[in-house]
């Protein structure tokens, strides 16, 4: 099993926004970064965990759990010419972006802010705490651990 980290801004969709889908199952479509589309594509599984991020927020931090159920497929927004994702060099012959379905699991009572992970000695290897812009980044096992116990 992995684990990961996924960002997105809380008011384009946010932890209440998935839980509110049907299913409280969504796909994690948009992403047009190269080394988070192989991970969508090439290493997400089925049941891999996720911390599920609010970036540009007062504080950014983790808001709740999700999980994967469904594993990389093409991601159709970039062949939608309406949609702020489309990308003339993909299509259905040939995709160049993939996405994820994620399914909601916990939101937690509150934000584990980035100050607070910076706070924590056993975090400063994870990836979100060295500058990563990445919006899906890996998470070492022990780090989602120590993440969830802060939420407890």
């Given at each position: 099993?992995?684990?990961w980290l996924m960002k997105s801004e809380p008011?384009?969709?946010g932890i209440k926004h998935l839980q509110a889908?049907?299913?409280k199952t969504e796909p994690w479509d948009g992403v047009r970064n190269y080394q988070a589309r192989n991970f969508m594509r090439d290493t997400m599984k089925k049941g891999d965990k996720v911390l599920f991020y609010h970036s540009n927020a007062k504080p950014p931090g983790v808001a709740g759990?999700?999980?994967v159920?469904?594993?990389g497929y093409p991601d159709h927004t970039s062949w939608d010419e309406g949609c702020k994702y489309y990308d003339p060099k993909s299509s259905p012959e040939n995709p160049r972006w993939f996405m994820v379905d994620i399914q909601f699991k916990k939101e937690f009572k509150?934000?584990?802010s980035l100050d607070e992970l910076r706070q924590v000695p056993d975090l400063k290897d994870m990836?979100?705490?060295n500058r990563s812009?990445?919006?899906v980044q890996p998470v070492a096992k022990e780090e989602y651990d120590i993440i969830c116990a802060l939420a407890k």
């Open positions: 099993m992995n684990y008011d384009v969709f889908a049907p299913n759990l999700a999980v159920v469904k594993e509150r934000i584990i990836v979100l705490l812009r990445l919006s």
